[in-house]
């Protein structure tokens, strides 16, 4: 297939692409509702659990990939430059910011979990 013939399916994959991405967000938030009716529970009550500690999460994640981007910068403009190598190193970038951001993730979820009550005790 020549780069022609994809750019002309282009125009015609990607509105169905949206549109199916849209219909099975719908259908299965339908279905969610549809399935707490059939338990006796009622839709409109419900509220999903508070996300409180969602800005704390999303900034350990980017100083997490920040650092792990500083470090794989540093890295490769010193101790792999110094092994006299003309190509780049991509794949240092890519893994040290996943490095990072899991590590600020996991330092985010440590954080939570100290904040939280200790409700060690099951209410029945």
């Known amino acids: 297939m020549d780069s022609n013939s994809l750019a002309v399916l282009i125009p015609i994959f990607v509105p169905i692409s949206m549109f199916a991405m849209v219909f099975g967000i719908v259908y299965l938030h339908k279905r969610e509702r549809m399935a707490m009716i059939e338990r006796g529970m009622d839709p409109r009550s419900y509220k999903p659990r508070s996300q409180t500690y969602n800005t704390l999460k999303w900034g350990m994640l980017l100083i997490g990939a920040g650092l792990g981007l500083f470090l794989a910068y540093v890295l490769d403009h010193t101790w792999f430059e110094s092994m006299n190598r003309d190509e780049n190193n991509p794949a240092i970038y ?25 409700n060690n005790i099951e209410q029945e």
């Open 94 to 118: 890519f893994a040290l910011i996943a490095l990072f951001g899991g590590l600020g993730l996991f330092i985010s979820f440590l954080i939570e979990r100290k904040a939280e009550p200790q």
